[in-house]
Protein backbone atom coordinates (compact mmCIF):
# COMPACT_ATOMS: atom_id res chain seq x y z
CA UNK A 1 0.00 0.00 0.00
CA UNK A 2 1.72 3.68 -1.00
CA UNK A 3 1.58 6.03 0.91
CA UNK A 4 -0.48 9.35 0.02
CA UNK A 5 1.67 12.27 0.55
CA UNK A 6 0.79 16.47 0.08
CA UNK A 7 2.72 18.05 -2.20
CA UNK A 8 3.94 21.48 -0.51
CA UNK A 9 4.06 24.67 -2.63
CA UNK A 10 7.30 25.31 -3.70
CA UNK A 11 8.59 29.26 -2.31
CA UNK A 12 8.17 30.91 -5.77
CA UNK A 13 4.59 29.23 -6.16
CA UNK A 14 3.57 31.32 -2.90
CA UNK A 15 5.38 34.15 -4.27
CA UNK A 16 3.03 33.84 -7.69
CA UNK A 17 0.11 33.27 -5.17
CA UNK A 18 0.61 36.83 -3.47
CA UNK A 19 1.88 38.83 -6.22
CA UNK A 20 -1.80 37.73 -8.25
CA UNK A 21 -3.74 38.71 -4.89
CA UNK A 22 -1.61 41.72 -4.57
CA UNK A 23 -2.56 42.77 -8.14
CA UNK A 24 -6.74 41.77 -7.28
CA UNK A 25 -6.32 43.55 -4.50
CA UNK A 26 -4.59 46.57 -6.01
CA UNK A 27 -7.56 46.87 -8.95
CA UNK A 28 -10.19 47.28 -5.82
CA UNK A 29 -8.44 50.04 -4.16
CA UNK A 30 -8.30 51.43 -7.65
CA UNK A 31 -12.23 50.93 -8.14
CA UNK A 32 -12.99 52.18 -4.27
CA UNK A 33 -11.04 55.15 -4.98
CA UNK A 34 -12.34 55.98 -7.98
CA UNK A 35 -16.25 55.61 -6.32
CA UNK A 36 -14.96 57.76 -3.49
CA UNK A 37 -13.76 60.39 -5.85
CA UNK A 38 -17.19 60.44 -7.69
CA UNK A 39 -18.95 60.38 -3.95
CA UNK A 40 -16.85 63.06 -3.15
CA UNK A 41 -18.03 65.26 -6.66
CA UNK A 42 -21.63 64.06 -5.88
CA UNK A 43 -21.25 65.29 -2.40
CA UNK A 44 -20.12 68.50 -3.64
CA UNK A 45 -22.29 69.56 -5.69
CA UNK A 46 -25.27 68.40 -3.39
CA UNK A 47 -23.90 70.94 -0.86
CA UNK A 48 -23.50 73.21 -3.93
CA UNK A 49 -27.29 72.61 -4.81
CA UNK A 50 -27.93 73.27 -0.91
CA UNK A 51 -26.43 76.70 -1.05
CA UNK A 52 -27.95 78.20 -3.55
CA UNK A 53 -31.55 76.65 -2.43
CA UNK A 54 -30.56 78.99 0.67
CA UNK A 55 -28.98 81.92 -1.04
CA UNK A 56 -32.58 81.87 -3.29
CA UNK A 57 -34.62 81.93 -0.23
CA UNK A 58 -32.51 84.30 1.72
CA UNK A 59 -33.30 86.15 -2.09
CA UNK A 60 -36.59 85.60 -1.77
CA UNK A 61 -37.23 86.76 2.04
CA UNK A 62 -35.13 89.80 1.17
CA UNK A 63 -37.43 90.91 -2.10
CA UNK A 64 -40.27 89.74 0.46
CA UNK A 65 -38.60 92.33 2.56
CA UNK A 66 -38.21 95.65 0.52
CA UNK A 67 -41.72 95.06 -0.91
CA UNK A 68 -42.88 95.29 2.80
CA UNK A 69 -40.76 98.39 3.12
CA UNK A 70 -41.96 99.85 -0.02
CA UNK A 71 -45.64 98.98 0.82
CA UNK A 72 -45.08 100.96 4.07
CA UNK A 73 -43.49 103.69 1.82
CA UNK A 74 -46.76 103.73 0.09
CA UNK A 75 -48.88 103.58 3.02
CA UNK A 76 -47.41 106.35 4.64
CA UNK A 77 -47.68 108.36 1.87
CA UNK A 78 -51.52 107.52 1.02
CA UNK A 79 -51.70 109.14 4.92
CA UNK A 80 -50.47 112.19 3.80
CA UNK A 81 -52.37 112.37 0.73
CA UNK A 82 -55.64 111.61 2.81
CA UNK A 83 -54.16 114.69 5.19
CA UNK A 84 -54.31 117.44 3.06
CA UNK A 85 -57.29 115.85 1.24
CA UNK A 86 -58.81 116.44 4.92
CA UNK A 87 -56.93 119.65 5.08
CA UNK A 88 -58.34 120.82 1.47
CA UNK A 89 -62.14 119.55 2.05
CA UNK A 90 -62.67 119.12 5.58
CA UNK A 91 -63.90 116.36 7.69
CA UNK A 92 -66.76 115.09 5.00
CA UNK A 93 -65.84 116.15 1.68
CA UNK A 94 -68.30 116.14 -1.07
CA UNK A 95 -65.62 115.41 -3.31
CA UNK A 96 -66.59 111.54 -3.43
CA UNK A 97 -64.27 108.90 -5.47
CA UNK A 98 -65.37 107.03 -8.62
CA UNK A 99 -66.79 103.76 -8.02
CA UNK A 100 -64.81 101.75 -10.11
CA UNK A 101 -65.18 98.06 -8.62
CA UNK A 102 -68.07 96.32 -6.99
CA UNK A 103 -70.61 98.24 -5.07
CA UNK A 104 -70.22 96.46 -1.51
CA UNK A 105 -73.03 98.41 -0.11
CA UNK A 106 -75.68 96.29 -2.96
CA UNK A 107 -73.63 93.70 -3.20
CA UNK A 108 -73.68 93.89 -7.04
CA UNK A 109 -70.31 92.66 -9.13
CA UNK A 110 -68.08 90.23 -8.25
CA UNK A 111 -68.78 88.06 -5.17
CA UNK A 112 -66.14 85.04 -3.83
CA UNK A 113 -69.08 83.06 -2.69
CA UNK A 114 -70.05 82.80 -6.53
CA UNK A 115 -74.04 83.83 -5.41
CA UNK A 116 -74.75 86.26 -8.59
CA UNK A 117 -77.23 86.44 -10.99
CA UNK A 118 -74.91 85.89 -13.67
CA UNK A 119 -74.12 82.44 -12.31
CA UNK A 120 -75.53 79.19 -14.20
CA UNK A 121 -76.42 77.40 -10.88
CA UNK A 122 -76.49 74.00 -11.36
CA UNK A 123 -78.28 71.27 -9.01
CA UNK A 124 -75.07 69.92 -7.92
CA UNK A 125 -73.58 73.66 -6.85
CA UNK A 126 -75.74 73.10 -3.59
CA UNK A 127 -74.97 71.31 -0.41
CA UNK A 128 -76.34 68.03 -0.56
CA UNK A 129 -78.05 68.20 2.97
CA UNK A 130 -80.22 70.87 1.43
CA UNK A 131 -83.76 69.51 0.57
CA UNK A 132 -85.09 69.27 -2.79
CA UNK A 133 -88.67 70.60 -3.72
CA UNK A 134 -89.74 70.46 -7.62
CA UNK A 135 -92.13 73.62 -8.68
CA UNK A 136 -93.00 72.29 -11.92
CA UNK A 137 -94.47 74.41 -14.53
CA UNK A 138 -95.88 73.14 -18.36
CA UNK A 139 -97.34 75.18 -21.35
CA UNK A 140 -100.32 73.11 -21.31
CA UNK A 141 -103.04 75.26 -22.38
CA UNK A 142 -105.90 75.41 -19.59
CA UNK A 143 -108.21 72.81 -19.81
CA UNK A 144 -106.60 70.80 -22.04
CA UNK A 145 -106.60 66.92 -21.28
CA UNK A 146 -102.84 66.13 -20.63
CA UNK A 147 -103.18 62.23 -22.04
CA UNK A 148 -103.37 64.42 -25.27
CA UNK A 149 -99.92 65.38 -25.15
CA UNK A 150 -96.30 64.33 -25.00
CA UNK A 151 -93.67 65.53 -22.69
CA UNK A 152 -90.69 65.80 -24.85
CA UNK A 153 -88.02 67.97 -22.62
CA UNK A 154 -87.15 69.76 -19.73
CA UNK A 155 -85.05 72.43 -17.99
CA UNK A 156 -83.93 72.99 -14.61
CA UNK A 157 -83.30 76.01 -13.35
CA UNK A 158 -81.94 75.45 -9.48
CA UNK A 159 -82.27 78.79 -6.94
CA UNK A 160 -81.68 79.15 -3.27
CA UNK A 161 -84.81 79.48 -1.75
CA UNK A 162 -85.67 79.54 2.39
CA UNK A 163 -88.44 79.54 4.74
CA UNK A 164 -88.26 80.95 8.28
CA UNK A 165 -86.45 79.07 10.27
CA UNK A 166 -88.69 75.79 10.17
CA UNK A 167 -89.58 74.44 13.85
CA UNK A 168 -91.36 70.79 14.57
CA UNK A 169 -92.95 68.97 16.88
CA UNK A 170 -90.72 65.58 17.27
CA UNK A 171 -93.43 62.92 18.09
CA UNK A 172 -91.38 60.23 19.81
CA UNK A 173 -94.20 57.30 19.77
CA UNK A 174 -93.25 54.20 21.65
CA UNK A 175 -95.41 50.77 20.33
CA UNK A 176 -95.54 47.62 22.14
CA UNK A 177 -95.90 44.27 20.31
CA UNK A 178 -96.51 40.95 21.35
CA UNK A 179 -96.44 37.52 19.75
CA UNK A 180 -99.82 36.11 17.82
CA UNK A 181 -98.52 32.51 19.32
CA UNK A 182 -98.44 33.49 22.84
CA UNK A 183 -99.39 35.95 24.79
CA UNK A 184 -96.28 36.82 25.69
CA UNK A 185 -95.28 40.47 25.52
CA UNK A 186 -91.35 41.27 25.65
CA UNK A 187 -89.42 44.17 27.50
CA UNK A 188 -89.49 47.51 25.85
CA UNK A 189 -85.96 48.79 24.82
CA UNK A 190 -85.00 51.67 27.36
CA UNK A 191 -86.43 54.80 26.36
CA UNK A 192 -84.18 57.73 25.52
CA UNK A 193 -83.43 59.86 27.97
CA UNK A 194 -83.27 63.73 27.85
CA UNK A 195 -79.77 64.77 29.35
CA UNK A 196 -81.88 67.49 31.10
CA UNK A 197 -84.59 65.17 32.49
CA UNK A 198 -87.69 66.29 32.02
CA UNK A 199 -88.09 68.46 28.96
CA UNK A 200 -90.33 69.68 26.83
CA UNK A 201 -87.66 70.66 24.24
CA UNK A 202 -85.60 68.60 22.51
CA UNK A 203 -81.54 69.24 22.20
CA UNK A 204 -81.73 70.36 18.80
CA UNK A 205 -83.95 73.20 19.70
CA UNK A 206 -81.86 74.12 22.62
CA UNK A 207 -78.71 74.36 20.97
CA UNK A 208 -80.24 76.58 18.57
CA UNK A 209 -81.23 78.64 21.02
CA UNK A 210 -77.61 78.82 22.31
CA UNK A 211 -76.04 79.33 18.79
CA UNK A 212 -78.38 82.05 18.33
CA UNK A 213 -77.33 83.82 21.14
CA UNK A 214 -73.60 83.15 21.73
CA UNK A 215 -72.70 82.72 17.48
CA UNK A 216 -75.38 85.46 16.40
CA UNK A 217 -75.69 87.65 19.57
CA UNK A 218 -79.47 87.47 19.67
CA UNK A 219 -80.55 88.14 22.96
CA UNK A 220 -83.33 85.19 24.10
CA UNK A 221 -85.84 88.13 24.76
CA UNK A 222 -85.40 88.85 21.21
CA UNK A 223 -85.72 84.98 19.96
CA UNK A 224 -88.57 85.11 22.17
CA UNK A 225 -90.03 87.52 20.06
CA UNK A 226 -89.10 85.73 16.90
CA UNK A 227 -90.57 82.06 17.94
CA UNK A 228 -93.94 84.46 18.69
CA UNK A 229 -93.96 85.17 14.71
CA UNK A 230 -94.41 81.52 14.23
CA UNK A 231 -97.20 81.09 17.04
CA UNK A 232 -94.56 79.06 19.20
CA UNK A 233 -94.79 80.64 23.12
CA UNK A 234 -91.53 79.69 24.36
CA UNK A 235 -90.87 82.32 27.12
CA UNK A 236 -87.10 83.76 27.61
CA UNK A 237 -87.41 82.16 31.72
CA UNK A 238 -87.39 78.55 29.92
CA UNK A 239 -84.53 79.59 27.34
CA UNK A 240 -81.94 81.05 30.27
CA UNK A 241 -83.37 77.58 32.15
CA UNK A 242 -82.23 74.94 29.46
CA UNK A 243 -79.00 76.79 28.27
CA UNK A 244 -77.81 77.41 32.20
CA UNK A 245 -78.72 73.46 32.68
CA UNK A 246 -77.44 72.37 29.74
CA UNK A 247 -73.67 74.77 30.46
CA UNK A 248 -73.57 73.05 33.83
CA UNK A 249 -73.18 69.54 32.18
CA UNK A 250 -70.39 70.29 29.91
CA UNK A 251 -68.66 72.11 32.63
CA UNK A 252 -66.38 69.13 32.80
CA UNK A 253 -65.38 69.69 28.99
CA UNK A 254 -65.01 73.32 29.07
CA UNK A 255 -62.25 72.28 32.08
CA UNK A 256 -60.95 69.83 29.66
CA UNK A 257 -60.57 72.57 27.17
CA UNK A 258 -58.78 74.61 29.63
CA UNK A 259 -56.25 71.41 30.41
CA UNK A 260 -55.38 71.63 26.71
CA UNK A 261 -54.91 74.82 26.62
CA UNK A 262 -52.47 75.31 29.05
CA UNK A 263 -50.35 72.49 27.78
CA UNK A 264 -49.41 74.12 25.01
CA UNK A 265 -46.09 75.57 24.00
CA UNK A 266 -47.50 79.56 23.80
CA UNK A 267 -50.84 80.15 25.31
CA UNK A 268 -51.93 84.12 24.40
CA UNK A 269 -54.59 86.01 27.11
CA UNK A 270 -56.50 89.17 27.62
CA UNK A 271 -59.40 90.71 29.89
CA UNK A 272 -62.38 92.98 29.31
CA UNK A 273 -64.60 94.52 31.24
CA UNK A 274 -68.54 93.68 31.11
CA UNK A 275 -71.26 94.56 33.56
CA UNK A 276 -73.02 91.97 35.72
CA UNK A 277 -75.78 91.93 38.54
CA UNK A 278 -72.89 90.76 41.37
CA UNK A 279 -74.08 89.06 44.74
CA UNK A 280 -71.17 90.45 46.96
CA UNK A 281 -70.98 92.92 49.32
CA UNK A 282 -73.64 95.57 48.85
CA UNK A 283 -77.11 93.87 49.63
CA UNK A 284 -78.69 96.29 46.97
CA UNK A 285 -77.20 94.00 44.05
CA UNK A 286 -76.35 96.62 41.99
CA UNK A 287 -74.69 96.13 38.12
CA UNK A 288 -70.91 96.23 38.94
CA UNK A 289 -67.82 96.29 36.35
CA UNK A 290 -66.69 92.99 36.29
CA UNK A 291 -64.15 91.13 34.03
CA UNK A 292 -63.97 88.59 31.35
CA UNK A 293 -61.00 86.75 30.78
CA UNK A 294 -59.54 84.04 27.70
CA UNK A 295 -56.82 82.28 27.50
CA UNK A 296 -56.20 81.33 23.42
CA UNK A 297 -53.97 78.52 22.27
CA UNK A 298 -54.68 78.51 18.16
CA UNK A 299 -54.38 74.93 17.39
CA UNK A 300 -56.56 73.46 20.63
CA UNK A 301 -58.86 76.69 21.57
CA UNK A 302 -60.03 79.24 23.49
CA UNK A 303 -61.02 79.48 27.34
CA UNK A 304 -63.33 82.01 28.80
CA UNK A 305 -63.24 82.70 32.67
CA UNK A 306 -65.26 85.78 34.67
CA UNK A 307 -63.95 87.02 37.28
CA UNK A 308 -65.58 89.48 40.00
CA UNK A 309 -62.53 91.43 40.30
CA UNK A 310 -59.00 91.86 38.01
CA UNK A 311 -56.03 91.64 40.17
CA UNK A 312 -52.79 89.74 40.83
CA UNK A 313 -54.48 87.07 42.34
CA UNK A 314 -57.10 86.46 39.53
CA UNK A 315 -54.62 86.76 37.41
CA UNK A 316 -52.44 84.17 39.06
CA UNK A 317 -55.17 81.60 39.31
CA UNK A 318 -56.03 82.10 35.49
CA UNK A 319 -52.32 81.46 34.35
CA UNK A 320 -51.40 78.46 37.31
CA UNK A 321 -50.77 75.39 35.08
CA UNK A 322 -49.21 76.77 31.69
CA UNK A 323 -46.25 75.01 30.63
CA UNK A 324 -45.32 77.40 27.77
CA UNK A 325 -44.86 81.18 27.01
CA UNK A 326 -47.55 83.48 27.64
CA UNK A 327 -48.53 86.33 25.66
CA UNK A 328 -50.37 89.30 26.56
CA UNK A 329 -50.25 92.98 26.98
CA UNK A 330 -48.10 94.42 29.57
CA UNK A 331 -50.41 94.96 32.50
CA UNK A 332 -49.19 94.75 35.88
CA UNK A 333 -50.99 91.42 36.95
CA UNK A 334 -49.49 89.75 34.11
CA UNK A 335 -46.06 90.86 34.96
CA UNK A 336 -46.57 89.95 38.73
CA UNK A 337 -48.46 86.02 37.84
CA UNK A 338 -45.61 85.14 35.06
CA UNK A 339 -42.93 86.00 37.83
CA UNK A 340 -44.71 84.01 40.93
CA UNK A 341 -45.52 80.96 38.52
CA UNK A 342 -42.05 81.38 36.49
CA UNK A 343 -43.15 81.90 33.34
CA UNK A 344 -41.82 83.02 30.27
CA UNK A 345 -43.69 86.08 29.34
CA UNK A 346 -43.74 87.96 26.26
CA UNK A 347 -45.42 91.11 25.67
CA UNK A 348 -47.83 92.28 22.25
CA UNK A 349 -46.54 94.77 19.94
CA UNK A 350 -49.35 95.55 18.70
CA UNK A 351 -50.22 97.56 22.10
CA UNK A 352 -47.02 99.20 21.94
CA UNK A 353 -47.48 100.79 18.54
CA UNK A 354 -50.88 101.95 20.42
CA UNK A 355 -49.03 104.16 22.51
CA UNK A 356 -46.78 105.99 19.89
CA UNK A 357 -50.01 106.01 17.49
CA UNK A 358 -51.83 108.19 21.02
CA UNK A 359 -48.89 110.14 21.46
CA UNK A 360 -49.45 112.84 18.98
CA UNK A 361 -48.29 115.94 20.22
CA UNK A 362 -44.83 114.99 18.79
CA UNK A 363 -45.36 113.77 15.48
CA UNK A 364 -42.37 113.46 13.76
CA UNK A 365 -41.18 111.07 16.74
CA UNK A 366 -44.29 109.46 16.40
CA UNK A 367 -44.04 108.97 12.85
CA UNK A 368 -40.73 107.60 13.36
CA UNK A 369 -41.69 104.91 15.76
CA UNK A 370 -44.76 103.45 13.86
CA UNK A 371 -42.49 102.99 10.78
CA UNK A 372 -40.15 100.92 12.82
CA UNK A 373 -42.66 99.07 14.54
CA UNK A 374 -44.84 98.34 11.31
CA UNK A 375 -41.60 97.18 9.63
CA UNK A 376 -40.70 94.65 12.22
CA UNK A 377 -44.28 93.57 12.08
CA UNK A 378 -44.88 93.51 8.18
CA UNK A 379 -41.54 91.56 7.55
CA UNK A 380 -42.23 89.33 10.28
CA UNK A 381 -45.73 88.73 8.75
CA UNK A 382 -44.35 87.73 5.41
CA UNK A 383 -41.44 85.40 7.14
CA UNK A 384 -44.50 83.38 9.06
CA UNK A 385 -46.31 83.06 5.77
CA UNK A 386 -43.45 80.74 4.81
CA UNK A 387 -42.96 79.18 7.75
CA UNK A 388 -46.64 77.87 9.29
CA UNK A 389 -45.89 74.43 9.69
CA UNK A 390 -44.45 72.94 12.99
CA UNK A 391 -41.26 71.45 10.78
CA UNK A 392 -40.29 75.02 9.93
CA UNK A 393 -39.34 76.33 12.94
CA UNK A 394 -35.92 75.96 12.37
CA UNK A 395 -36.34 78.23 9.79
CA UNK A 396 -38.57 80.67 10.85
CA UNK A 397 -35.75 81.34 13.99
CA UNK A 398 -32.80 81.64 11.10
CA UNK A 399 -35.11 84.41 9.03
CA UNK A 400 -35.73 86.42 12.46
CA UNK A 401 -32.30 86.21 13.49
CA UNK A 402 -31.19 87.58 10.14
CA UNK A 403 -34.04 90.27 8.87
CA UNK A 404 -35.36 91.45 12.33
CA UNK A 405 -32.93 91.33 14.82
CA UNK A 406 -30.86 93.76 13.02
CA UNK A 407 -34.19 96.07 13.03
CA UNK A 408 -34.86 95.23 16.69
CA UNK A 409 -31.11 96.42 17.56
CA UNK A 410 -31.47 99.75 15.54
CA UNK A 411 -35.01 100.08 17.57
CA UNK A 412 -33.61 99.70 20.72
CA UNK A 413 -30.52 101.92 19.91
CA UNK A 414 -33.04 104.69 18.52
CA UNK A 415 -35.26 104.43 21.46
CA UNK A 416 -31.74 104.71 24.01
CA UNK A 417 -30.57 107.87 22.20
CA UNK A 418 -34.38 110.01 22.79
CA UNK A 419 -35.94 108.93 25.58
CA UNK A 420 -33.54 110.88 27.65
CA UNK A 421 -34.23 113.97 25.44
CA UNK A 422 -35.91 116.97 26.09
CA UNK A 423 -38.47 116.33 23.78
CA UNK A 424 -40.07 113.19 25.49
CA UNK A 425 -39.50 113.83 29.26
CA UNK A 426 -41.71 116.72 28.64
CA UNK A 427 -44.03 115.18 27.04
CA UNK A 428 -46.09 112.56 29.09
CA UNK A 429 -47.68 110.33 26.40
CA UNK A 430 -44.63 110.48 24.57
CA UNK A 431 -42.83 109.20 27.91
CA UNK A 432 -45.07 106.53 28.27
CA UNK A 433 -44.98 105.14 25.24
CA UNK A 434 -40.85 105.05 25.29
CA UNK A 435 -40.95 103.54 28.80
CA UNK A 436 -44.04 100.80 27.46
CA UNK A 437 -41.25 99.16 25.66
CA UNK A 438 -37.78 100.23 27.50
CA UNK A 439 -38.91 98.78 30.48
CA UNK A 440 -39.94 95.51 29.03
CA UNK A 441 -37.16 94.86 26.50
CA UNK A 442 -36.57 91.41 26.90
CA UNK A 443 -40.68 90.21 26.65
CA UNK A 444 -41.31 92.48 23.66
CA UNK A 445 -38.20 90.50 22.15
CA UNK A 446 -39.28 87.24 23.21
CA UNK A 447 -40.56 86.21 19.75
CA UNK A 448 -37.05 86.96 18.03
CA UNK A 449 -35.43 84.19 20.38
CA UNK A 450 -39.08 81.57 20.28
CA UNK A 451 -40.36 81.22 16.89
CA UNK A 452 -43.27 80.04 17.92
CA UNK A 453 -44.01 82.76 19.63
CA UNK A 454 -45.95 85.63 17.36
CA UNK A 455 -45.33 89.26 18.01
CA UNK A 456 -49.13 90.59 18.82
CA UNK A 457 -51.95 89.31 20.88
CA UNK A 458 -54.55 89.92 18.30
CA UNK A 459 -55.91 86.36 18.81
CA UNK A 460 -57.92 86.79 22.37
CA UNK A 461 -58.67 90.26 21.65
CA UNK A 462 -60.77 89.22 18.23
CA UNK A 463 -62.53 86.55 20.14
CA UNK A 464 -63.48 89.76 22.74
CA UNK A 465 -64.72 91.63 19.64
CA UNK A 466 -67.42 88.56 19.51
CA UNK A 467 -68.37 89.09 23.38
CA UNK A 468 -68.80 92.93 22.60
CA UNK A 469 -71.18 92.46 20.11
CA UNK A 470 -73.52 90.29 22.45
CA UNK A 471 -73.58 92.76 25.35
CA UNK A 472 -73.95 95.84 22.91
CA UNK A 473 -77.39 93.54 22.28
CA UNK A 474 -78.13 92.20 26.42
CA UNK A 475 -76.12 94.98 27.85
CA UNK A 476 -75.41 92.91 30.71
CA UNK A 477 -75.66 89.52 32.46
CA UNK A 478 -78.12 89.28 35.21
CA UNK A 479 -76.55 87.47 38.02
CA UNK A 480 -73.20 85.76 38.41
CA UNK A 481 -74.42 82.88 37.65
CA UNK A 482 -75.36 83.94 34.24
CA UNK A 483 -71.99 85.07 33.42
CA UNK A 484 -70.34 81.81 34.28
CA UNK A 485 -73.18 80.28 31.77
CA UNK A 486 -72.09 82.31 29.48
CA UNK A 487 -67.89 81.57 29.90
CA UNK A 488 -68.62 78.32 29.57
CA UNK A 489 -70.94 78.26 26.33
CA UNK A 490 -68.25 80.83 24.93
CA UNK A 491 -65.99 78.24 25.35
CA UNK A 492 -67.64 75.12 23.66
CA UNK A 493 -68.78 77.34 20.01
CA UNK A 494 -65.72 79.37 19.63
CA UNK A 495 -63.23 76.71 20.47
CA UNK A 496 -65.37 74.53 17.52
CA UNK A 497 -65.42 78.03 15.39
CA UNK A 498 -61.88 78.06 15.98
CA UNK A 499 -61.00 74.80 14.75
CA UNK A 500 -63.59 75.11 11.70
CA UNK A 501 -65.96 73.00 13.50
CA UNK A 502 -69.82 73.66 12.76
CA UNK A 503 -70.57 74.52 16.61
CA UNK A 504 -74.24 72.91 15.64
CA UNK A 505 -73.10 69.58 15.09
CA UNK A 506 -70.28 69.79 18.02
CA UNK A 507 -72.61 70.71 20.86
CA UNK A 508 -75.62 68.42 19.57
CA UNK A 509 -73.12 65.47 19.42
CA UNK A 510 -71.06 65.80 22.73
CA UNK A 511 -74.67 66.40 24.48
CA UNK A 512 -75.09 62.94 23.30
CA UNK A 513 -71.60 61.33 24.14
CA UNK A 514 -71.95 62.75 27.92
CA UNK A 515 -73.87 60.27 29.69
CA UNK A 516 -72.09 57.32 27.57
CA UNK A 517 -70.00 54.74 30.06
CA UNK A 518 -66.00 55.43 28.99
CA UNK A 519 -66.17 58.45 27.36
CA UNK A 520 -64.27 61.03 29.37
CA UNK A 521 -64.18 64.83 28.89
CA UNK A 522 -60.76 64.92 27.45
CA UNK A 523 -61.90 62.93 24.69
CA UNK A 524 -64.90 65.70 23.85
CA UNK A 525 -62.51 68.32 23.44
CA UNK A 526 -62.66 70.28 20.20
CA UNK A 527 -59.11 68.82 18.91
CA UNK A 528 -59.72 65.44 19.72
CA UNK A 529 -63.05 65.29 18.80
CA UNK A 530 -62.16 66.51 15.25
CA UNK A 531 -60.18 63.76 15.21
CA UNK A 532 -62.50 61.11 15.46
CA UNK A 533 -65.90 61.79 15.25
CA UNK A 534 -66.25 65.04 13.22
CA UNK A 535 -67.19 63.07 10.16
CA UNK A 536 -69.87 60.35 11.72
CA UNK A 537 -71.22 62.97 13.65
CA UNK A 538 -71.41 65.87 10.52
CA UNK A 539 -73.28 63.28 8.58
CA UNK A 540 -75.66 61.58 10.93
CA UNK A 541 -76.69 65.86 11.94
CA UNK A 542 -77.51 66.34 8.35
CA UNK A 543 -79.44 63.58 7.65
CA UNK A 544 -81.22 63.67 10.33
CA UNK A 545 -82.32 67.62 10.04
CA UNK A 546 -83.00 67.21 6.15
CA UNK A 547 -85.04 64.23 6.91
CA UNK A 548 -86.85 65.77 9.58
CA UNK A 549 -87.32 69.12 7.64
CA UNK A 550 -88.49 66.97 4.76
CA UNK A 551 -91.66 65.09 6.89
CA UNK A 552 -92.24 68.44 8.72
CA UNK A 553 -93.00 69.98 5.11
Not at 337 to 353: D, E, F, G, V, Y
Not at 410 to 422: A, G, L, T, V, Y
Not at 480 to 497: D, F, I, N, P
Request: with cysteine.
Amino acid sequence: MKNSTTSIPTYAELLAVIAMHEDVLAEQKARIAKQELLFEEQKAEIKEQKATIERLNNRIVELEAKVTELQSEVARKDLRIKDLVKQLYGNKSEKGKVNTGSDKRTGMGSSRDGFNDDDKKSEQSYPDHLPRIEEITDNLPEGANPDEYELIGESRVSRLATLPVLHYVLVAVYQTFKKKSNSVIPPRKPEHVHPLGKCSADISFIVFAIIQKILFHVPFYRLEKLLALQQIVCHRSNLVRWSERLASLMEPIAAAILKDIKSAAVVYGDESPATVKTEEGDKSNKFRRTYFWNLVAPERGIYFHWTSKRNRNEAQKLLNGIKGTFVSDALEIYQYATNKLSLTWAICWIHIRRNFIKATSNKKLSEEALHRINMILRIDKAIRARTKTEDKMELRFRYRQRFLLPLVDKMRQWISEHISSPAVQTDELMLTAFNYIDRRWEEATCFIRDPRVLPHNNIPEQYFRFLKLGTKNWLFCASEWGAETLCTLYTLVYSAKMLNINPSVYLTDIIQQIDVPGVTADQLVPRVWKETREKIATERYFRMHSSSSSSAK
